[in-house]
């Protein structure tokens, strides 16, 4: 029922918005009759209506129409919703005109981010001082003192977890299966590959594994010959792999409860442990065969979830679990007198050693025997002998979050992952600092500043932060009341606007991070800020429809309410500002394109035709002439979330909802335009913005909490718009098929 409900509701907008359309149109009719008429009489066609070829695909389609001389639209069609775009007078053929590829392309040069929300085990330091981590599709080998990042790319969704081999050079990592963009299943796969080179060695599983890749380790005592893998099929799978033979030598059921890890004995291959809710398993491996049994808790109370374990340096089993408690798990010689002779030796409790208060996220071993433990609800980070009498502790700042893994530098520095998607260095002594920072919730406010390498981002956590894009740092955050949904730079570079989710906006003072204006409008989310390009007006685009506008005085301190924009049906999406900041052109849910000019008190220009050579000081509306050739053939009209234009009108970059960044050329007017496309992303890209300078793009994921950096290499800032159509217009070749990056 709520499916058909909202399916009713889409029909009630698509219907509300063509029958607003029809109503533009047949108003438009009346004024261009005198027009025609008057074309007419000066002879300058022979013939009133001329038609052009059509181009139909399911989803998206175009239909290009001729009217005279002057008047040559395109009608391209997203979900029936007729959307009608005027081509430039400058365009003097529009059939022969070339789409190619830009000459700029995209490098991926820095990750912000850490996966340690929902994932453990998962940061590791190498020999080469780099430590080792993942978010979204990347694994991201961090050198930290060189400060410094490389990045392993081969997987196409988002990795899950990682092992270290024993030589401490090659890495495993496993990903989730994901969707492709018609809602099928991908395999998931493990890869094994060169932390020196980045090369892959190996790829193992595709096929075989469910769902994604929940928990792997190598083998020790063997050199690293095997890899074990638990998928996340509903049996959670364990199989054991001769991984450079790519060879599966068993497969088993582990169990229908979650699996959060697994690891072979540092002196046995053929022994086994994997832990998760309710339940520790000891695996024993024999004659290509897998036999579990189950750790008895006994008198003990069982724990609702066994969060990890590691082996002493005695042989015994230190368990960590959602109670708090590390239990020593040491093996007791078979009963034979009740199991008879074939009875094997078996894990018992042998103490229980209350750690934490709340849950035991991780634990290592120190090369000394020592144990550190992390701890959740607490924060403490805590020392143990190898005996666990407790050496030292210290707490992880709040803000942090919990401890969610351990990676041990030195013995005395350590490397701490925590649930707030940080990584902390420091020690007992000195305390600990965060070296990586992001967001922990969906992002989808972005913008850069107007003349510095400085970006601000903001999402569901409520959190804003400023970032330096140079030094890769987090310059400050702070935390609002409500969701941010969108941000501006004003052209001084001195504040920054931020909508939030419930029609409140804040303006904030760089330097200070004071607010310094906060004001309202409706009581539904902002979706975009926009200010004019000299810094005078400032738009606000609403989901209740309308656009705000407001005067800007003070330097961007003092805000007054100039006007409204009204005559959208559906809620804004993207806005932008002409270069001589008098007029807006923006989109809106049902896929309208609506023109207005400021400057004559906010009102609807009916007459789309006069804005056809109007310049843009920017270019993020997803739908308009200039970009009609990024909508590729079949989409749906919420394929695309957000585009940019660079700031030398020669790109223009894409973030789409199945996890690419896309690069265009710009303008880019006809279907069918090829592209260069990018990966990195584990989730719906929600935004993207060039650096002032257009050195480098900024792209953020949705769900993956994940901002990618990229390089921009090529070309130098290439031709602007106008001129670009102008000399495009007279190639007689027509655009090739799209053209995908690596």
């Known amino acids: 029922m709520e499916v058909r409900l909202h399916a009713q509701e ?18 438009l009719h009346d ?26 695909f399911p989803q998206v389609y175009w239909y290009f129409k001729c009217i005279a001389t002057d008047f040559i639209s395109i ?17 003097l053929n529009y059939e022969e005109l070339r ?34 981590y993942f978010i979204a599709c990347v694994v991201v080998l961090y050198h930290i003192s060189n400060q410094t990042q490389r990045h392993y790319q081969k997987h196409t969704d988002c990795v899950r977890c990682l092992a270290i081999h024993p030589d401490k050079v090659r890495v495993a990592s496993g990903q989730t299966a994901g969707v492709d963009k018609d809602g099928k299943p991908l395999q998931p796969f493990v890869h094994i590959w060169d932390s020196k080179t980045l090369v892959t060695l190996q790829q193992i599983g595709l096929g075989t594994f469910e769902r994604g890749v929940g928990a792997l380790a190598f083998s020790s005592s063997d050199a690293g010959t095997f890899l074990c893998v638990i998928d996340d099929s509903n049996e959670h799978m364990l199989s054991v792999w001769d991984w450079n033979k790519n060879i599966k030598h068993v497969e088993v059921k582990s169990t229908n409860e979650a699996v959060l890890g697994v690891d072979f004995s540092p002196t046995d291959t053929n022994n086994i442990i994997s832990c998760g809710k309710s339940h520790v398993y000891f695996w024993t491996l024999s004659a290509c065969t897998l036999t579990k049994k189950q750790g008895i808790f006994g008198k003990y109370k069982k724990p609702k979830f066994v969060l990890c374990f590691v082996f002493s340096l005695t042989g015994d089993v230190l368990t960590g679990d959602s109670e708090g408690n590390i239990l020593t798990w040491g093996k007791s010689a078979a009963d034979t007198k009740t199991l008879g002779k074939g009875a094997k030796e078996t894990f018992q409790i042998m103490k229980q050693t209350r750690a934490h208060e709340g849950s035991v996220f991780t634990m290592c071993i120190l090369q000394g025997g020592a144990i550190l433990s992390g701890g959740g609800k607490d924060r403490k980070v805590i020392r143990w002998s190898a005996d666990l ?44 600092v965060a070296i990586v920072q992001g967001h922990v919730d969906e992002m989808w406010g972005l913008a850069t500043h107007p003349t510095q390498n400085i970006f601000l981002t903001c999402g569901n956590d409520r959190q804003v932060c400023v970032w330096n894009a140079e030094d890769h740092k987090l310059d400050w955050c702070t935390t609002l009341e409500e969701s941010g949904l969108c941000a501006d730079f004003s052209p001084n570079g001195g504040v920054v606007s931020v909508g939030l989710s419930t029609g409140r906006w804040v303006v904030l003072d760089l330097q200070t991070k004071e607010v310094v204006s906060d004001l309202t409008d409706g009581n ?57 900041g008098k007029y807006i052109m923006s989109n809106s849910g049902d896929y309208e394109i609506l023109y207005w000019d400021v400057a004559s008190g906010c009102k609807l220009l009916r007459n789309r035709f006069e804005s056809k050579d109007r ?13 009609m050739g990024v909508w590729l053939e079949g989409s749906d009209g919420t394929d695309i979330n957000a585009l940019c234009r660079s700031h030398s009108e020669s790109m223009v970059a894409v973030a789409d909802d199945f996890c690419k960044v896309h690069l265009f050329q710009y303008p880019c007017p006809k279907p069918k335009a090829p592209s260069y496309k990018y990966e990195g992303h584990g989730s719906h890209v929600t935004n993207v913005r060039f650096t002032h300078n257009d050195s480098h793009l900024l792209s953020m994921g949705g769900k993956d909490t994940c901002i990618l950096q990229w390089r921009v290499k090529g070309a130098g800032t290439g031709d602007h718009s106008k001129e670009h159509l102008a000399s495009s217009s007279s190639v007689c070749s027509s655009s090739s098929s799209p053209v995908n990056g690596t």
């Open 99 to 132: 789409m190619d590829l830009p000459s700029q392309k995209l490098d991926l040069d820095w990750v912000y981010g850490y996966r340690g929300r929902d994932c453990r085990a998962n940061l590791y330091l190498l020999p080469s001082g780099e430590a080792v």
């Open 615 to 627: 310049e843009w000081a920017s270019y993020t509306c997803v739908l308009g002439f200039h970009v």
């Open 524 to 580: 539904e989310q902002l979706s975009v800020m926009r200010y004019s390009p000299d810094g005078s007006f400032l738009a606000v685009g609403s989901h209740d429809n309308f656009i705000y506008i407001y005067n800007v005085t003070e330097g961007g301190r003092r805000y007054t309410r100039f006007g409204k924009c009204t005559g959208h049906s559906s809620f804004i999406t993207h806005l932008d500002w002409s270069k001589d």
């Open 75 to 91: 009608k391209m069609f997203i979900r029936g919703r007729p959307i009608t775009m005027y081509i430039p007078s400058n365009i």
């Open 389 to 432: 009498a407790p050496e030292r502790e210290c707490e992880i700042p709040e803000k942090f979050g919990a401890v969610r893994t351990i990676a041990d530098v030195d013995g005395e520095e350590l490397l701490v992952g925590t649930t707030r998607n940080a990584i902390l260095r420091g020690t007992f002594s000195d305390g600990f």
């Open 10 to 27: 889409d029909e009630i907008t698509l219907l509300k918005s063509s029958l607003a359309d029809a109503l533009r149109k047949l108003r």
């Open 31 to 56: 004024q261009q009759i005198p027009l025609l008429k008057q074309q007419l009489i000066a002879g300058k066609r022979n013939s009133l209506f001329q038609c052009a070829n059509i181009k139909i």
